[in-house]
């Protein structure tokens, strides 16, 4: 089986992070920050390194690190917690359905709208059509840094500095670039969401929202949180505020070993690998008749994109190929990648397109056993 | 050396000024207690000199509430 649907969840994940998680299950079995005994306090140590270990790769303070399901669950966190009534959020045209519909979601509740603005090829263009689209009543610009459909990056760094100008909160979904695009709280990002499981390394139901404190955000759910325990309003101070209920500790621990694991390899060595390999791929691919690249990576564009390439046979829907190649040992996935918005940019919308993405652990000979298989299928459909 | 004790509001502030002091060479431990008014709560049992304590946790973010 050869593997290259990382931008789904990273397999396989760094040794560490294996023997890790199994060691947590059995060193750190106790509820951590709810006992005073030492089994309990040692969990809350491990949890703690954990948290630090994820908060340095963004430059945040630890207490400001929360732990939660899954990047999904850190953008709701932070779309429903910025929601005042009638409140008015900015999002781009490459959002996926974690964005678009807590989004939509919230403004059917509170009254409020949301806009929609296009992203260009031109960092410049996408930045002035971003500020247009901000209003007075604007609560948060809600962006992706990069599209898991195409990899295209958005100009983090001016979309931050607009937000900052006009006083609004910028989210940034960092589910396809956490751990390998340069993403720092430094550059201006108020709440940055990410996965544990993609970029970081860690195990499936992990997740992060981290913030730089400035916009308070409202709970999505209340409950224990070991701390402040008389009283029935929910903690004001983090990482508590969001915490309520045990976390997935276990799985918490190896995530630390996975944000570990990037802060040695290094964010952009690993970006730089990813990219290599999708050039080789855009390269090779592109010159496959019957294939149709959505985007072509090549080493001048590099700074454009995070490491997803999407493709199509013509002529056959993307899950068509995606599940022959399922039954030749090639781990890929075809459909609309739950991005709609970025198919109806593309066109794409009736047949999804195949997606390819590698992670640190693919080599250039997996590569092209892919490419081969690609080419074999793309003659005997013309034949 | 005479220990004392600072309140912390979470198990993660707590363990945050244990990391903090451990970088500078300072032995302290997370300990979960139970306050009156307040419920469940959290201090740092150190041992050390109260007056650097506190520069170094002030200089982290943490208030160096000595109970």
């Given at each position: 089986?050869?593997?290259?649907?990382?931008?789904?969840?990273?397999?396989?994940?760094?040794?560490?992070?294996?023997?890790?998680?199994?060691?947590?299950?059995?060193?750190?079995?106790?509820?951590?920050?709810?006992?005073?005994?030492?089994?309990?306090?040692?969990?809350?140590?491990?949890?703690?390194?954990?948290?630090?270990?994820?908060?340095?790769?963004?430059?945040?303070?630890?207490?400001?690190?929360?732990?939660?399901?899954?990047?999904?669950?850190?953008?709701?966190?932070?779309?429903?917690?910025?929601?005042?009534?009638?409140?008015?959020?900015?999002?781009?045209?490459?959002?996926?359905?974690?964005?678009?519909?807590?989004?939509?979601?919230?403004?059917?509740?509170?009254?409020?709208?949301?806009?929609?603005?296009?992203?260009?090829?031109?960092?410049?263009?996408?930045?002035?059509r971003a500020e247009r689209a901000i209003r007075r009543d604007t609560a948060a610009v809600i962006c992706t840094a990069a599209s898991?459909?195409?990899?295209?990056?958005?100009?983090?760094?001016?979309?931050?500095?607009?937000?900052?100008?006009?006083?609004?909160?910028?989210?940034?979904?960092?589910?396809?670039?956490?751990?390998?695009?340069?993403?720092?709280?430094?550059?201006?990002?108020?709440?940055?969401?990410?996965?544990?499981?993609?970029?970081?390394?860690?195990p499936m139901g992990t997740g992060l929202l981290v913030t730089d404190g400035k916009y308070p955000l409202d709970t999505l759910m209340?409950?224990?949180?070991?701390?402040?325990?008389?009283?029935?309003?929910?903690?004001?101070?983090?990482?508590?505020?969001?915490?309520?209920?045990?976390?997935?500790?276990?799985?918490?621990?190896?995530?630390?070993?996975?944000?570990?694991?990037?802060?040695?390899?290094?964010?952009?060595?690993?970006?730089?690998?990813?990219?290599?390999?999708?050039?080789?791929?855009?390269?090779?691919?592109?010159?496959?008749?019957?294939?149709?690249?959505?985007?072509?990576?090549?080493?001048?564009?590099?700074?454009?994109?995070?490491?997803?390439?999407?493709?199509?046979?013509?002529?056959?829907?993307?899950?068509?190929?995606?599940?022959?190649?399922?039954?030749?040992?090639?781990?890929?996935?075809?459909?609309?990648?739950?991005?709609?918005?970025?198919?109806?940019?593309?066109?794409?919308?009736?047949?999804?397109?195949?997606?390819?993405?590698?992670?640190?652990?693919?080599?250039?000979?997996?590569?092209?056993?892919?490419?081969?298989?690609?080419?074999?299928?793309?003659?005997?459909?013309?034949? | 050396?005479?220990?004392?004790?600072?309140?912390?509001?979470?198990?993660?502030?707590?363990?945050?000024?244990?990391?903090?002091?451990?970088?500078?060479?300072?032995?302290?431990?997370?300990?979960?207690?139970?306050?009156?008014?307040?419920?469940?709560?959290?201090?740092?049992?150190?041992?050390?000199?109260?007056?650097?304590?506190?520069?170094?946790?002030?200089?982290?973010?943490?208030?160096?509430?000595?109970?």
């Amino acid at each position: 089986m050869i593997y290259l649907d990382n931008a789904a969840t990273t397999y396989p994940k760094p040794p560490q992070v294996y023997r890790v998680w199994a060691d947590a299950m059995r060193t750190y079995g106790a509820n951590p920050g709810r006992a005073g005994y030492d089994f309990s306090s040692a969990t809350s140590e491990a949890v703690y390194t954990a948290r630090e270990s994820c908060a340095s790769l963004f430059g945040a303070q630890p207490e400001n690190t929360i732990f939660t399901l899954n990047c999904t669950h850190a953008l709701n966190l932070a779309i429903k917690g910025i929601a005042g009534k009638k409140s008015h959020y900015v999002i781009s045209d490459l959002e996926h359905n974690a964005v678009l519909r807590p989004v939509h979601s919230a403004t059917l509740k509170n009254g409020g709208s949301y806009s929609v603005f296009e992203v260009s090829t031109d960092d410049k263009v996408t930045l002035a059509r971003a500020e247009r689209a901000i209003r007075r009543d604007t609560a948060a610009v809600i962006c992706t840094a990069a599209s898991n459909v195409t990899g295209r990056r958005l100009p983090v760094k001016g979309l931050a500095e607009i937000c900052r100008r006009h006083g609004v909160c910028f989210v940034v979904d960092g589910a396809q670039g956490a751990g390998a695009l340069p993403l720092q709280l430094s550059d201006g990002i108020n709440i940055l969401c990410a996965a544990g499981h993609k970029g970081l390394y860690g195990p499936m139901g992990t997740g992060l929202l981290v913030t730089d404190g400035k916009y308070p955000l409202d709970t999505l759910m209340e409950g224990g949180t070991g701390s402040a325990s008389e009283s029935p309003l929910q903690p004001e101070f983090t990482p508590d505020r969001f915490e309520s209920g045990t976390i997935n500790t276990a799985g918490v621990i190896a995530l630390g070993a996975g944000a570990q694991f990037v802060r040695t390899k290094t964010p952009s060595a690993i970006l730089k690998h990813e990219l290599e390999l999708c050039r080789h791929f855009c390269e090779e691919a592109r010159k496959i008749k019957g294939l149709v690249l959505y985007n072509d990576i090549t080493q001048q564009n590099y700074h454009s994109y995070a490491p997803v390439v999407s493709f199509n046979l013509i002529g056959r829907h993307s899950s068509e190929v995606s599940d022959e190649l399922g039954k030749r040992g090639f781990c890929l996935r075809g459909g609309l990648h739950c991005a709609p918005l970025a198919h109806r940019k593309l066109g794409t919308l009736d047949i999804g397109t195949v997606r390819f993405s590698p992670s640190v652990f693919t080599t250039h000979a997996e590569v092209l056993a892919l490419l081969r298989e690609l080419y074999r299928m793309a003659s005997a459909h013309k034949a | 050396m005479d220990s004392f004790y600072i309140n912390m509001q979470s198990a993660t502030q707590a363990q945050k000024a244990r990391a903090v002091l451990a970088r500078n060479g300072i032995r302290s431990t997370a300990e979960r207690y139970h306050s009156r008014g307040k419920g469940c709560s959290f201090r740092l049992r150190v041992y050390a000199d109260r007056g650097k304590v506190c520069l170094l946790l002030a200089k982290a973010g943490i208030p160096c509430d000595i109970s």
